[in-house]
């Protein structure tokens, strides 16, 4: 079946370092991916997000990349800050006229001072 | 604007017992969802909806309903409440698709109902 997860479950990354979580996607035919930030007691968050017929785009300190070769997409943050601590979600999506997303298990970030 | 509101916040049911969760937004999104969030496990599908009047089964349907009575509002409901089906519930919305293609694909999460059956 089409799943959706990710290599780590946890990640800590010292204050002002850059971070990479990684999350690995199974359906081919899936051309939109989104992460996802949730902070304790919070719903999730939109973050970023990319078209298959990309493979990289930056927002404000993040960069996601997409390899549709090996079906992998990675969050990159930039500069790490305390309250970048939180679970990433990656979620994907088929457009075949449907908003379904399908969501990874998460990664928790853990940003040490 | 508000964006997504969930209500209860928190609730504690015996098995057996029945309940409704409310969602609302005031976004005019024509797309809502629910999701439940289980330890370990992501966010799953229950049910969503396309539009005022609709509904469909997600991942998880079982155990609950659903009704779109009115655009803004999503409703879920459980008719007798399960210790499985003790969880966090996020309700959601998104824009729809115009002419085939989609307006924006970005859900909007409502802050969640933790929900505990006894």
């Known amino acids: 079946g089409e799943s959706v997860g990710l290599h780590l479950p946890t990640l800590s990354v010292q204050e002002g370092d850059n971070s990479i979580i990684n999350c690995a996607y199974s359906?081919?035919?899936?051309?939109?991916f989104i992460w996802y930030k949730q902070e304790s007691g919070k719903g999730p968050q939109f973050i970023i997000d990319?078209?298959?017929?990309?493979d990289k785009r930056q927002g404000q300190r993040v960069t996601v990349l997409l390899n549709k070769t090996v079906k992998h997409l990675s969050l990159q943050i930039a500069a790490t800050q305390p309250g970048d601590s939180a679970v990433y979600f990656c979620a994907e999506k088929s457009n075949f006229g449907n908003e379904k997303l399908t969501f990874g298990t998460g990664t928790r970030l853990t940003i040490i001072p | 604007n508000a964006g997504v509101t969930q209500t209860p916040k928190f609730r504690v049911l015996k098995t057996g017992q029945s309940m409704t969760l409310l969602c609302a937004q005031d976004m005019n999104h024509e797309y809502m969802y629910w999701y439940r969030q289980d330890p370990g496990m992501g966010l799953r599908l229950i049910h969503y909806?396309?539009?005022?009047?609709?509904?469909a089964k997600g991942e998880v349907p079982d155990g609950y309903n659903v009704s779109r009575l009115k655009k803004q509002n999503f409703l879920l409901g459980l008719e007798s409440a399960a210790p499985s089906q003790t969880s966090v519930y996020f309700c959601?919305?998104?824009?729809?698709?115009?002419?085939?293609?989609?307006?924006?694909?970005?859900?909007?999460f409502g802050p969640g109902t933790r929900l505990t059956v006894l």
């Open positions: 359906n081919s035919a899936s051309d939109y």
């Open positions: 959601a919305s998104s824009y729809s698709e115009s002419g085939g293609v989609p307006q924006a694909n970005e859900q909007f």
């Open positions: 990319i078209r298959s017929n990309m």
């Open positions: 909806s396309v539009g005022e009047g609709t509904t």
